[in-house]
C-alpha cells in the first residue's frame, strides 16, 4: 500500500511539473512581446518634448536602447546561474532579504503593473477612438471608460482560462510587429517620394536643457521595459544557460533597430510640431501618407496595446502568487480557481488597482510614476550580480556578465535618477513615498503580525474559498 501511494505521489509531481518548452526562437519572441507594446505609440510626443528636434530626439532613443545591453547582461548571468521563476523579485529577495522582496512586489503590486495597464489601456481606447471622431481627439470621458472596459475584459480572460490569455498573447504578437513595419514601409515610401526635409538638418530647433534632457531619457526608457520578463519564466526555457543570454540581447538589439526606424517614419509625414501636439502619432502619419490607412493603423495599434495589456496582467497575478507562497503576502493570493487553474485574487486585485489608475491619472504622469519604479528594480538587479559574487563566489555562472556591465548599468541608472530627483522630485517623491509605504506595512504584517489578524484572515480565507471556489495550489494538484 506504502509502495502504491508512492508511485501515486511520484506520478501526481511528474504530470504538474512544466517541462521547458521554450525554443531560442520562441524565448526571442516572448521579449520582443513583452518589449514592443504602447511606447511607440505614445512616447514620441514627450520624447520629442524634451529634445526640440528629431536629430537630437533619435539619439534619446538609440541611448536608451544602449542604455539597457549592459542590464541584459547582467540579467544573463543572474539568470543562467538561478533557475529559480520570479525575475528580479527572486534577485531581490535572495541579495538583500526578505524585507526587499516583499518592497518590490508592494511596489510592483500598488504602482508599477497597474500604471503600465492603464497606459496600455489608455492608448488602445485613443487609437481605436481617434478615427472616429478625427479631425478632433476623442472626448476624454469616452477614452477613459473604454480604457476600464478593456482592462476589465482582459481582466476576466485571466480569471476565467490561462489558455485563453496565452493564446490571445501569441496573436496580438503579430500585430506588434505589423504595426512596426507598416510604419517602416510606409516611411521608406515617403522618402522614395522625397518627403526627407526634416533628414536635411536634423538637429535644427534642438533643446539643450538638462532638466528636458532628462526626463526624454526616462521616457525613452519606458518603451524598452520587458526585456527582463523572461527571467519570469526561465525554468520554462530550453537549455537556459545557451538560449537565455542569446534570446535577450538579440530581442535588446532588435528592438532597438525597431524602434528607431519606427519613429524616424514619422518625420516623413508629419513636422516636429505635428509629432508633439498629436494625441495619436501613428494615426496621423498614416492618414498624412494615404487617408484609408487612418482607420487601419489604430486597429493593429489598439490589439498591440491589449497585447502589453494582457501580457501585464499575465505576468504580475504570477509574481503575486508566487510572493504568497512565500509567506510574504496573504497565503490566499496563491490560491487559484476550483476548476479554471487561475489566481483569483491576483487578478481582481490587479484589475480594480489598474481600472483606479486610469480614473485618476493621466499617462504622461502615469509614465513619469512607472518609469522611477521600473529602472529602480533594474538597478536592484545589477547591483545584486556583485552581492552575488561576493556571498555566493562557488555558484557555477554558464554566462559571465563581466565587471564593466553592471557597473555601467549600475552608473547610468543612478545618475538619470539623480538628475530627476533635483529636476522633477515630486514625480520621484511619490515613487518613493509608494515605495518605502510597504515598510510598516511588512513590520505590522510579516514580521510582528498579530494573532487577531491570523484568526480573522482564517475566517475571511474560508469565506472568499467558498465564494470564489478557490482552493490552495497544492491541493488541486493532488486531487
Not at 520562441?26 to 518589449?35: E, F
Not at 538638418?201 to 526608457?221: D, H, M, R, W
Not at 480557481?337 to 489598474?354: D, R, S
Request: with cysteine; glycine share 8%; aromatic share 12%.
Amino acid at each position: 500500500m506504502k509502495q502504491h501511494n508512492e508511485t501515486k505521489e511520484e506520478k501526481d509531481t511528474e504530470s504538474t511539473t512544466e517541462k521547458p518548452k521554450l525554443s531560442l526562437m520562441s524565448g526571442i519572441a516572448l521579449l520582443v512581446g513583452s518589449i514592443i507594446g504602447s511606447g511607440i505609440f505614445i512616447s514620441p510626443r514627450g520624447v520629442l518634448l524634451g529634445t526640440g528636434s528629431y536629430g537630437l530626439s533619435i539619439l534619446v532613443w538609440i541611448v536608451c536602447g544602449l542604455i539597457c545591453v549592459p542590464g541584459c547582461l547582467c540579467y544573463a548571468e543572474l539568470g543562467t546561474m538561478i533557475h529559480s521563476s520570479g525575475g528580479d523579485y527572486t534577485y531581490i529577495k535572495m541579495a538583500f532579504g526578505d524585507w526587499a522582496g516583499f518592497l518590490r512586489v508592494w511596489s510592483e503590486i500598488c504602482c508599477v503593473r497597474p500604471a503600465i495597464i492603464a497606459v496600455c489601456g489608455i492608448t488602445a481606447s485613443i487609437y481605436l477612438l481617434q478615427p472616429i471622431y478625427s479631425p478632433c481627439s476623442p472626448p476624454h470621458l469616452a477614452v477613459l471608460l473604454l480604457a476600464c472596459f478593456f482592462i476589465l475584459m482582459l481582466t476576466l480572460l485571466n480569471l476565467c482560462s490561462t489558455r485563453g490569455s496565452v493564446i490571445w498573447q501569441n496573436g496580438t504578437f503579430y500585430a506588434k510587429i505589423f504595426s512596426l513595419l507598416l510604419l517602416i514601409s510606409l516611411g521608406a515610401f515617403q522618402l522614395v517620394r522625397g518627403h526627407y526635409d526634416v533628414f536635411t538638418s536634423p538637429f535644427e530647433n534642438t533643446q539643450t536643457s538638462v532638466k528636458k534632457l532628462s526626463i526624454a531619457l526616462y521616457i525613452g526608457l519606458f518603451p524598452y521595459s520587458g526585456w527582463n520578463y523572461l527571467s519570469n519564466a526561465i525554468e520554462e526555457l530550453k537549455q537556459p544557460e545557451r538560449n537565455f543570454p542569446i534570446a535577450i540581447m538579440t530581442s535588446i538589439i532588435a528592438s532597438t533597430v525597431l524602434y528607431a526606424l519606427a519613429y524616424s517614419a514619422y518625420f516623413t509625414a508629419l513636422t516636429p510640431f505635428n509629432i508633439m501636439t498629436a494625441d495619436a502619432v501613428a494615426v496621423s502619419f498614416a492618414e498624412n501618407v494615404y487617408r484609408p490607412l487612418g482607420f487601419i493603423m489604430p486597429l493593429f495599434v489598439s490589439i498591440s496595446a491589449l497585447g502589453g495589456l494582457n501580457g501585464q496582467i499575465f505576468s504580475i497575478v504570477r509574481m503575486f502568487s508566487v510572493a504568497g507562497r512565500d509567506g510574504l503576502l496573504p497565503t490566499i493570493s496563491a490560491y487559484i480557481h476550483y476548476e479554471n487553474l487561475t489566481p483569483v485574487i491576483p487578478c481582481i486585485v490587479e484589475g480594480i488597482l489598474g481600472v483606479l489608475y486610469v480614473l485618476v491619472g493621466d499617462a504622461d504622469r502615469l509614465l513619469g510614476y512607472l518609469s522611477f519604479s521600473t529602472w529602480l528594480v533594474c538597478l536592484c538587479g545589477a547591483i545584486s550580480v556583485l552581492v552575488f559574487r561576493r556571498t555566493m563566489p562557488d555558484v557555477a555562472r554558464p554566462f559571465n556578465a563581466g565587471i564593466a556591465a553592471p557597473v555601467i548599468f549600475i552608473i547610468a541608472m543612478t545618475a538619470l535618477t539623480f538628475v530627476n530627483v533635483i529636476f522633477n522630485p515630486v514625480d520621484i517623491l511619490v515613487g518613493v513615498l509608494i515605495l518605502l509605504s510597504g515598510l510598516p506595512i511588512y513590520w505590522i504584517f510579516v514580521l510582528r503580525r498579530p494573532k487577531l489578524v491570523d484568526k480573522f484572515s482564517r475566517s475571511v480565507v474560508l469565506y472568499l474559498q467558498k465564494a470564489l471556489l478557490i482552493v490552495p495550489d497544492n491541493d488541486k494538484q493532488h486531487d
